[in-house]
């Protein structure tokens, strides 16, 4: 099946820096993709879509100067951290739309960030 | 807006019983229904997907749902659970009219197994 890989799977960095998580659909090419973020226990929340191309759009709330996200191509979208802050540490969840069937989302593996 | 409620944060069985997960969804349009698992610190797996035609929609290990419109409900439903099918479990909505894109999702049941 279509794979959605996400890179690092765990990350600690120090606050104040700032952390890029990848995220690459594998076999399929991906017109949108999708950051979601879940704390622990709790379910995910939209951070944002991301159009390839084009400016992500973000969800009431989130900030999009601190959480800047890219998607240069239709296999790649990717989630900075900017200025990262012990309360931003979180599982970190990308999801993509397959182009040639736009109701199935597929969903990485989560990369688990850590600030300290 | 859309909404989904999972009814039991927690549900336990036995192996080989029934499971059923209850979810129950709010659209103001025809919604496009799923069902996901997901293991300690990984992703998300898609079981089922509901979007159009038969309501009752089979998935991949052995789970099924079906959608009642009549009563805003996607119940999940396996009829002998495995040990390995301890994980969680999200419901989630989206709308057909934006072709699928932003899933809203459930607050999630944990499922535990028991021997």
């Known amino acids: 099946g279509a794979v959605v890989s996400q890179h690092p799977s765990r990350v600690i960095c120090k606050s104040g820096t700032s952390v890029k998580i990848e995220c690459r659909s594998l076999d399929f090419q991906a017109t949108t993709m999708f950051w979601y973020r879940q704390f622990p226990k709790q379910s995910l929340m939209l951070m944002a879509t991301s159009n390839e191309g084009s400016k992500a759009t973000y969800e009431q709330g989130v900030e999009k100067d601190k959480f800047l996200i890219n998607h240069a191509s239709l296999t790649l979208s990717t989630l900075t951290v900017t200025s990262a802050h012990p309360e931003d540490s979180s599982f970190y969840i990308c999801?993509?739309?397959?182009?040639?069937?736009?109701?199935?989302?597929?969903f990485g593996e989560g990369s688990w960030l850590t600030v300290v | 807006a859309q909404s989904v409620t999972q009814l039991g944060s927690h549900v336990s069985v036995s192996e080989g019983a029934l499971v059923l997960l209850r979810c129950n969804y709010s659209s103001s349009v025809p919604p496009y229904l799923f069902w996901y698992v997901q293991y300690p610190n990984q992703g998300l797996q898609l079981l089922l997907k509901y979007t159009t035609g038969a309501t009752l929609v089979k998935g991949i290990n052995g789970f099924e749902a079906e959608f009642k419109k009549s009563e805003t409900s996607f119940h999940l439903t396996k009829p002998s659970a495995h040990m390995s099918d301890a994980a969680e479990y999200f419901c989630a909505v989206s709308d057909q009219e934006t072709s699928g894109s932003r899933l809203t999702f459930g607050e999630g049941t944990q499922l535990t197994v028991n021997p």
């Open positions: 999801s993509a739309r397959d182009f040639q069937d736009r109701h199935t989302i597929y």
